[in-house]
């Protein structure tokens, strides 16, 4: 209770600095005032298009996020096998880790349409983290461990539920709330660039061609304030999950 | 038969030593096969009785505009000439145009500029064109335009008798087109042969012209047309159309060679970059009653539908130029 009044305070706080910087600024047409954007804010809540491009926003991001998440865990798996298999994937995940945004959503949207360039970018974001934090954990499981394993014959399921998994998880845990806000900047960045017909990046591009800058800053904080909900949902999410599965490793 | 081969043979080196002479126009057909099928400019000119495709112009902070009518006039003036000088010119105008960044190529901005319908006009000419193209806008696109039309203070008419004084003005331009004109104005800046002093920034977004006269740090700025609308409504009317600038630049260009005129585009499905291109092709089809799906989601951006152009990648698109140029130079 004392936390949440706390963080109140701090964002009543945030949200004056903010009101004091516009009117010292001036510049209503630019820069507007938190009041305004907050009213706008409030009347956007009541218009259907704004669920549907939020909806179709988070969507795509999600399967994103889960599709990256899929396929780090998988070629990390696959890589654990054998130092070649990592070898010959590491360049691949250089240039994915290295470019920018931007060239991969110019080259990807000649290709395919502008939804699953979204979901492209996205999967880009979080795949290399998630592939380096669960290959760093496989590879990093104590060698000592394994041995003992081997020598009293414990099953894989065991060696899993002991060994990998409480030596992954968290990895696995920190690559993925690190990942998650990642995807969530590069997906709304992409849809500005490539503009889906039904998006939360339309909507911001359009408020800026038409210079409608109060509409700007109603979706930043939409944008802000879910990527904040949905890194706290996973953080519960994960939290339980850890709790179910790593407190009951036994030996 | 060794008389004919060798005939055929220097006929052939004819043609073909003919054909390098006449690479200084664009192929009709570029390598892609693409034609330019239509002029919007001349399909909007057929429907509006008498007024004119409007996309670019100069606008002035009021404020500025009203303590310095001798300097506007005298900016009126420089600036109509630079504008008859670029078109009279256009190599000379598209190495300027290069010089000082307002776009990157001078071939192709040379090339570009008799398409381009870089025009002047002002006063009662600018207002009858200014105000039924922003009308058909508001038809099409209100938020495009401000959501209202401008009131008569936004359109700028000079005082005759005023004397042409100088003054230090700030002008901003965007780069691309609607910069072209500009760009012998700033060489006679540089060189000191022109009534006011002028200071020039070159901008690829039309957001800093807007914050620059919203603030005062710009006097005058070169803009879209419906772009001025929606300053002049958003500062509650604190600046004011100057002059025109540009005329229509959007062509039809056309892969499979069936579009021959505008009905031919019924039942096609047509590319345009979103915004501006895709009102003004609206406007044009539904005048004209035609119908036609107009696509301005696959390739939103006019860098995205060039580049799908160049590499073939869509059958019926339309473009700005310069971007029309460098598409037909393929």
Request: charged residues 15%.
């Given at each position: 209770?004392?936390?949440?009044?706390?963080?109140?305070?701090?964002?009543?706080?945030?949200?004056?600095?903010?009101?004091?910087?516009?009117?010292?600024?001036?510049?209503?047409?630019?820069?507007?005032?938190?009041?305004?954007?907050l009213v706008r804010l409030f009347q956007l809540l009541g218009t259907s298009e704004f669920y549907l491009s939020t909806m179709f926003s988070f969507g795509r991001i999600i399967l994103g996020i889960t599709i990256g998440l899929l396929s780090g865990l998988a070629i990390a798996l696959l890589?654990?096998?054998?130092?070649?298999?990592?070898?010959?994937?590491?360049?691949?995940?250089?240039?994915?880790?290295?470019?920018?945004?931007?060239?991969?959503?110019?080259?990807?949207?000649?290709?395919?349409?502008?939804?699953?360039?979204?979901?492209?970018?996205?999967?880009?974001?979080?795949?290399?983290?998630?592939?380096?934090?669960?290959?760093?954990?496989?590879?990093?499981?104590?060698?000592?461990?394994?041995?003992?394993?081997?020598?009293?014959?414990?099953?894989?399921?065991?060696?899993?539920?002991?060994?990998?998994?409480?030596?992954?998880?968290?990895?696995?845990?920190?690559?993925?709330?690190?990942?998650?806000?990642?995807?969530?900047?590069?997906?709304?960045?992409?849809?500005?660039?490539?503009?889906?017909?039904?998006?939360?990046?339309?909507?911001?591009?359009?408020?800026?061609?038409?210079?409608?800058?109060?509409?700007?800053?109603?979706?930043?904080?939409?944008?802000?304030?879910?990527?904040?909900?949905?890194?706290?949902?996973?953080?519960?999410?994960?939290?339980?999950?850890?709790?179910?599965?790593?407190?009951?490793?036994?030996? | 038969?060794?008389?004919?081969?060798?005939?055929?043979?220097?006929?052939?080196?004819?043609?073909?030593?003919?054909?390098?002479?006449?690479?200084?126009?664009?192929?009709?057909?570029?390598?892609?096969?693409?034609?330019?099928?239509?002029?919007?400019?001349?399909?909007?000119?057929?429907?509006?009785?008498?007024?004119?495709?409007?996309?670019?112009?100069?606008?002035?902070?009021?404020?500025?505009?009203?303590?310095?009518?001798?300097?506007?006039?005298?900016?009126?003036?420089?600036?109509?000439?630079?504008?008859?000088?670029?078109?009279?010119?256009?190599?000379?105008?598209?190495?300027?145009?290069?010089?000082?960044?307002?776009?990157?190529?001078?071939?192709?901005?040379?090339?570009?500029?008799?398409?381009?319908?870089?025009?002047?006009?002002?006063?009662?000419?600018?207002?009858?064109?200014?105000?039924?193209?922003?009308?058909?806008?508001?038809?099409?696109?209100?938020?495009?335009?401000?959501?209202?039309?401008?009131?008569?203070?936004?359109?700028?008419?000079?005082?005759?008798?005023?004397?042409?004084?100088?003054?230090?003005?700030?002008?901003?331009?965007?780069?691309?087109?609607?910069?072209?004109?500009?760009?012998?104005?700033?060489?006679?800046?540089?060189?000191?042969?022109?009534?006011?002093?002028?200071?020039?920034?070159?901008?690829?977004?039309?957001?800093?012209?807007?914050?620059?006269?919203?603030?005062?740090?710009?006097?005058?700025?070169?803009?879209?047309?419906?772009?001025?609308?929606?300053?002049?409504?958003?500062?509650?009317?604190?600046?004011?159309?100057?002059?025109?600038?540009?005329?229509?630049?959007?062509?039809?260009?056309?892969?499979?060679?069936?579009?021959?005129?505008?009905?031919?585009?019924?039942?096609?499905?047509?590319?345009?970059?979103?915004?501006?291109?895709?009102?003004?092709?609206?406007?044009?089809?539904?005048?004209?009653?035609?119908?036609?799906?107009?696509?301005?989601?696959?390739?939103?951006?006019?860098?995205?539908?060039?580049?799908?152009?160049?590499?073939?990648?869509?059958?019926?698109?339309?473009?700005?130029?310069?971007?029309?140029?460098?598409?037909?130079?393929?």
């Amino acid at each position: 209770m004392k936390k949440a009044l706390k963080t109140t305070l701090i964002v009543f706080i945030w949200l004056v600095i903010w009101l004091v910087a516009s009117l010292l600024i001036n510049l209503p047409l630019l820069f507007p005032s938190p009041i305004d954007v907050l009213v706008r804010l409030f009347q956007l809540l009541g218009t259907s298009e704004f669920y549907l491009s939020t909806m179709f926003s988070f969507g795509r991001i999600i399967l994103g996020i889960t599709i990256g998440l899929l396929s780090g865990l998988a070629i990390a798996l696959l890589c654990s096998i054998s130092k070649h298999i990592y070898d010959f994937f590491m360049p691949l995940i250089a240039i994915v880790k290295s470019t920018p945004i931007v060239a991969f959503v110019f080259l990807v949207n000649l290709f395919v349409g502008s939804g699953y360039t979204i979901v492209f970018i996205c999967v880009l974001m979080v795949f290399p983290i998630v592939f380096a934090n669960i290959y760093q954990g496989i590879i990093g499981t104590d060698k000592n461990l394994l041995e003992l394993c081997k020598v009293y014959k414990i099953p894989y399921k065991k060696r899993l539920k002991a060994l990998y998994l409480p030596g992954v998880a968290p990895y696995f845990f920190s690559s993925l709330l690190s990942s998650i806000g990642l995807a969530w900047k590069a997906g709304i960045a992409a849809e500005i660039l490539c503009t889906p017909r039904i998006s939360i990046g339309i909507e911001i591009f359009n408020a800026k061609t038409y210079i409608e800058y109060i509409d700007l800053f109603a979706w930043i904080l939409t944008v802000v304030i879910l990527s904040l909900i949905f890194e706290l949902v996973v953080t519960k999410l994960l939290k339980l999950l850890s709790n179910k599965f790593l407190t009951k490793a036994e030996v | 038969m060794k008389k004919l081969l060798s005939i055929t043979l220097l006929c052939v080196m004819l043609f073909s030593t003919l054909s390098l002479f006449s690479c200084n126009t664009p192929a009709p057909t570029n390598s892609n096969g693409y034609k330019v099928a239509l002029d919007l400019t001349d399909e909007w000119n057929k429907i509006s009785n008498g007024t004119k495709l409007v996309q670019g112009c100069v606008v002035i902070r009021k404020e500025f505009a009203e303590q310095n009518p001798g300097a506007v006039s005298a900016f009126l003036d420089e600036y109509k000439s630079s504008i008859e000088y670029t078109n009279a010119n256009p190599n000379e105008a598209g190495e300027l145009i290069e010089k000082y960044g307002i776009d990157s190529n001078s071939e192709i901005a040379s090339m570009a500029i008799p398409n381009c319908n870089i025009a002047y006009m002002e006063g009662s000419a600018m207002k009858d064109s200014l105000s039924a193209f922003l009308t058909a806008m508001h038809s099409i696109a209100p938020a495009s335009v401000g959501n209202k039309l401008p009131s008569d203070d936004f359109y700028y008419t000079r005082n005759d008798t005023v004397e042409k004084t100088g003054t230090t003005i700030n002008v901003a331009t965007l780069n691309g087109t609607t910069g072209y004109g500009m760009a012998k104005l700033m060489e006679d800046a540089s060189t000191n042969t022109t009534t006011n002093n002028y200071s020039f920034n070159v901008v690829s977004d039309p957001t800093m012209i807007i914050a620059g006269l919203a603030n005062g740090s710009i006097d005058i700025g070169a803009l879209p047309t419906n772009a001025a609308s929606n300053v002049y409504n958003k500062t509650n009317g604190k600046v004011q159309a100057l002059a025109i600038n540009t005329l229509g630049v959007l062509y039809v260009l056309d892969k499979t060679d069936s579009v021959k005129s505008l009905a031919d585009l019924e039942g096609k499905t047509i590319y345009a970059p979103a915004q501006n291109p895709t009102f003004i092709l609206k406007y044009i089809l539904a005048a004209n009653n035609i119908n036609a799906t107009i696509d301005s989601t696959t390739y939103s951006s006019p860098n995205a539908l060039e580049t799908a152009a160049e590499n073939g990648l869509v059958d019926i698109a339309v473009l700005p130029e310069p971007k029309v140029s460098n598409v037909m130079n393929k």
